[in-house]
Structure formats: structure tokens, C-alpha cells
């Protein structure tokens, strides 16, 4: 499966805090118009074997914000590509398996027709994911995400693991 879209800016991107603008990566939105482009593909292997592999991949173009600090060039994100490999593997138990290999890599910002300090990067992370049947119809997945390489320009704030839960229906 492959798809073209668009991201349409809804957010506002001038809110200010005591009269003062507050950062680009702070605002609910970003102003600007970005391209986006992705495709998925999947293999199962049944009935010799219950694993199905996967890729996914998009990239985003993205805008810029001409109104985000008024007059100084606008601001915009770096573009974006997302790359994940993963599989699944299916029991006929309580408890199926998953894990998924991802790769984010992100350009930095600019403002102002200038680099952005301190934005931008590679992420590689990890995710095991295991999913519990509850029903026929509904499945509770629980996933962990953990970084296993990062190569960030300058000092960010990233996150060290992610933790969710998801509770999923199937319709017949």
C-alpha cells in the first residue's frame, strides 16, 4: 500500500505566555503546510508458520510558517522520515508476540532562513510488544519502547522509554 497526503495547519501557532510568543515546539500546531508520503507492506507465512514480517516507511516535507514570529522569515520543522521493521508471531495460546525495529530520522529546524540550535537527529528504538486475548473480538496489547542508538544534534529533551496499553476490537 503506498499514499500521498497532506498535513492541514488547524493549530494555532501564536500563543504567548505573559505577552511573550512561546516557542515553535511548544505551540498546539505548526502553521504550515507539510507533504507526506508512506507505504506498508506485509508477508504472513501460514499455514507452514504463524509469523507475519512488516515494513513501514513516510516522509514529510515540511512548510513553513511565515506568520510564526512575525516578519523574521517564519519558522519550520525538519523534515521527517519514518522507516520500521517488524513481525508478529501468532500462537493459538492466550499470548501472541511482536517486535518492531524503527528508525526516525529528523532535519533540523529553521528560523528566520537559519538552523535551529539543538534540533534534529537519528533515532533508532526498540519495541516489544505483546498482546493478550481477552474475548474472540478484543485483544489488550501492551508495547514498550526503548532507544537502543541516538545520534542528536546538540542537547535535546528526548524520552527514555515509552510504556502504553491499547485495547483492541476486531469487527466481524
Same mark, same amino acid.
Given at each position: 500500500?503506498?499514499?500521498?497526503?497532506?498535513?492541514?495547519? @488547524?493549530?494555532s %501557532? !501564536? &500563543?504567548?505566555? *505573559?505577552?511573550?510568543?512561546?516557542?515553535?515546539?511548544? $505551540?498546539?500546531?505548526?502553521?504550515?503546510?507539510?507533504?507526506?508520503?508512506?507505504?506498508?507492506? %506485509?508477508q504472513?507465512?501460514?499455514?507452514?508458520?504463524?509469523? +507475519?514480517?512488516?515494513?513501514v516507511?513516510?516522509?514529510?516535507?515540511?512548510?513553513? &510558517?511565515?506568520r510564526?514570529?512575525?516578519? *523574521?522569515?517564519?519558522? !519550520?520543522?525538519? #523534515?521527517e522520515?519514518?522507516?520500521?521493521?517488524?513481525?508478529?508471531?501468532?500462537?493459538?495460546?492466550i499470548?501472541?508476540? %511482536?517486535?518492531?525495529? *524503527?528508525?526516525?530520522?529528523?532535519?533540523?529546524?529553521? @528560523?528566520? #532562513?537559519?538552523?535551529?540550535?539543538n534540533?534534529?537527529?537519528?533515532?533508532? +528504538?526498540?519495541?516489544?510488544?505483546l #498482546?493478550?486475548?481477552?474475548?474472540? $473480538?478484543?485483544?489488550?496489547?501492551?508495547?514498550? $519502547?526503548?532507544?537502543?542508538?541516538? *545520534?542528536?544534534?546538540?542537547?535535546q529533551?528526548?524520552? !527514555? @522509554?515509552?510504556?502504553s /496499553? /491499547?485495547?483492541?476490537?476486531? @469487527? &466481524?
Amino acid at each position: 500500500t503506498i499514499g500521498l497526503g497532506t498535513k492541514i495547519p @488547524f493549530g494555532s %501557532s !501564536s &500563543n504567548t505566555d *505573559r505577552g511573550i510568543l512561546l516557542p515553535a515546539d511548544m $505551540q498546539p500546531g505548526t502553521g504550515a503546510w507539510d507533504g507526506i508520503a508512506w507505504f506498508y507492506a %506485509s508477508q504472513g507465512f501460514l499455514p507452514t508458520m504463524p509469523l +507475519t514480517v512488516y515494513v513501514v516507511g513516510s516522509g514529510r516535507r515540511t512548510g513553513t &510558517n511565515e506568520r510564526y514570529g512575525s516578519g *523574521r522569515g517564519g519558522y !519550520s520543522f525538519g #523534515n521527517e522520515g519514518l522507516f520500521s521493521l517488524g513481525g508478529g508471531y501468532r500462537t493459538d495460546g492466550i499470548m501472541d508476540y %511482536s517486535l518492531t525495529l *524503527r528508525a526516525r530520522l529528523a532535519g533540523a529546524d529553521r @528560523f528566520d #532562513n537559519a538552523v535551529v540550535p539543538n534540533t534534529g537527529g537519528l533515532w533508532l +528504538t526498540a519495541i516489544p510488544g505483546l #498482546n493478550f486475548k481477552i474475548f474472540d $473480538q478484543t485483544v489488550l496489547r501492551g508495547t514498550f $519502547q526503548f532507544p537502543i542508538y541516538r *545520534r542528536l544534534t546538540g542537547v535535546q529533551l528526548t524520552t !527514555s @522509554f515509552v510504556a502504553s /496499553a /491499547a485495547v483492541l476490537y476486531t @469487527f &466481524n
